[in-house]
T-cell receptor
Framework: DTGVSQDPRHKITKRGQNVTFRCDPI?????LYWYRQTLGQGPEFLTY????????KSRLLSDRFSAERPKGSFSTLEIQRTEQGDSAMYLC????????????FGQGTRLTVV | SQKIEQNSEALNIQEGKTATLTCNYT??????LQWYRQDPGRGPVFLLL?????KEKRKERLKVTFDTTLKQSLFHITASQPADSATYLC??????????FGTGTRLLVSP
């Protein structure tokens, strides 16, 4: 296992289009997180899953954003009707059960909305 | 609301010196404080975690302190190398549900 995998690495889309990102966590990590990061800022929390249950969502996650984690394995983050302000790096992280809060991040998906 | 402050200005030091980065937080009491390294265009990488009942933690050339009275953590890199150049993020954490990060401090180590 080589770590958290995110796909695609880069996405350019036109305003108004829908986009979907995928995250494959480290095997057997039951906790999965999505973050968004813009230039010069730290990652901002979007949502958290424990297994397949979405336990917390940030108010940053507007109605246009939805995340799923079917069967508690991979996760998808969908953004509908993209806006230029959605341009950012979207990061996924995972953590194993029964350990501390340290998280293992993927390389991120860079979204550019034109 | 929770507030985390890291020096937004880049820290420039010479190779071989000790780099010291600061993380201050207000309006909450984290049980843990984590430090991550982030290189341009890549995800953060976990470095160290210190618990509220620990004053200091070391890992190779890294040392972290956690002062719950001052609400501050210091992150030291001794014998710094150009390869240590990166952005360092702190994340004072109350639980397992999410990490709240500071804006990060960029470290530049020149040969």
């Amino acid at each position: 296992d080589t770590g958290v995998s995110q796909d695609p690495r880069h996405k350019i889309t036109k305003r108004g289009q829908n986009v979907t990102f995928r995250c494959d966590p480290i095997s057997e990590h039951n906790r999965l997180y999505w973050y968004r990061q813009t230039l010069g800022q730290g990652p901002e929390f979007l949502t958290y899953f424990q297994n397949e249950a979405q336990l917390e969502k940030s108010r940053l996650l507007s109605d246009r954003f939805s995340a799923e984690r079917p069967k508690g394995s991979f996760s998808t983050l969908e953004i509908q009707r993209t806006e230029q302000g959605d341009s950012a790096m979207y990061l996924c992280a995972s953590s194993p059960a029964g350990t501390g809060p340290e998280a293992f991040f993927g390389q991120g998906t860079r979204l550019t909305v034109v | 609301s929770q507030k985390i402050e890291q020096n937004s200005e880049a820290l420039n030091i010479q190779e071989g010196k000790t780099a010291t980065l600061t993380c201050n937080y207000t309006n909450y009491s984290p049980a843990y404080l984590q430090w991550y390294r982030q290189d341009p265009g890549r995800g953060p990488v976990f470095l160290l975690l210190i618990r509220e009942n620990e004053k200091e933690k070391r890992k190779e050339r890294l040392k972290v302190t956690f002062d719950t009275t001052l609400k501050q953590s210091l992150f030291h890199i001794t014998a710094s190398q150009p390869a240590d150049s990166a952005t360092y993020l702190c994340a004072p954490t109350t639980g397992f549900q999410k990490l709240v990060f500071g804006t990060g401090t960029r470290l530049l180590v020149s040969p």
